[in-house]
T-cell receptor
């Protein structure tokens, strides 16, 4: 079955630091890969996505590249801000189904 | 953007009572809604897939008689936790799908925290 393994948190960084949150997956076929963000008290929001190998998803300064050879989709940002503090979830979706499989989530706290 | 609401946002109930949680898509019609459960510091676990006008499809290990799902309209799905017990305490999140075949058309509600005493 499908599974997502995500770097455990919590992660605490200073403002303007570089961020990497690791994510690897196991799936049959050719899944789509996603990063969702959950701000305190809010629902999950789609941050970025990639639908095929070597695709790079990007949004709000965050990037992730779909690496089929390493089955990874690591999230990166060159300079984090306090407002980036949230929980980040890596997820995969199978090709035709609408169901998502989530990683365990990584709490990020950015200090001023 | 697409908005999904959940009501209530939190609920405390006594053991043995039933609790109903509503999930509404406010500005679009959702042919499919999903119900997830999230334990503290853990991932979202899919409980069931709810299709408008038909019976829900439950994931393995989820008791369908305990977690009743009704998707009576294209904008409303309800999850009823029947005869709730303390082990049912959790954060329940719904998502609504606009109907495309792409998984990224899911929009998530803010969640409902259930505490069973």
């Amino acid at each position: 079955g499908n599974s997502v393994t995500q770097m455990e948190g919590p992660v605490t960084l200073s403002e303007e630091a570089f961020l990497t949150i690791n994510c690897t997956y196991t799936a049959t076929g050719y899944p789509s890969l996603f990063w969702y963000v959950q701000y305190p008290g809010e629902g999950l929001q789609l941050l970025l996505k990639a639908t095929k190998a070597d695709d790079k998803g990007s949004n709000k300064g965050f990037e992730a590249t779909y690496r089929k050879e390493t089955t990874s989709f690591h999230l990166e940002k060159g300079s984090v801000q306090v407002s980036d503090s949230a929980v980040y979830f890596c997820a995969l979706g199978s090709g035709s189904a609408r169901q998502l499989t989530f990683g365990s989530g990584t709490q990020l706290t950015v200090l001023p | 953007g697409a908005v999904v609401s959940q009501h209530p946002s939190w609920v405390i109930c006594k053991s043995g009572t039933s609790v109903k949680i509503e999930c509404r898509s406010l500005d679009f019609q959702a042919t499919t809604m999903f119900w997830y459960r999230q334990f503290p510091k853990q991932s979202l676990m899919l409980m069931a897939t709810s299709n408008e006008g038909s019976k829900a499809t439950y994931e393995q290990g989820v008791e369908k008689d305990k977690f009743l799902i009704n998707h009576a309209s294209l904008t409303l799905s309800t999850l009823t936790v029947t005869s709730a017990h303390p082990e049912d305490s959790s954060f329940y999140i719904c998502s609504a799908d606009r109907g495309s075949s792409r998984a990224d058309t899911q929009y998530f509600g803010p969640g409902t925290r259930l505490t069973v005493l």
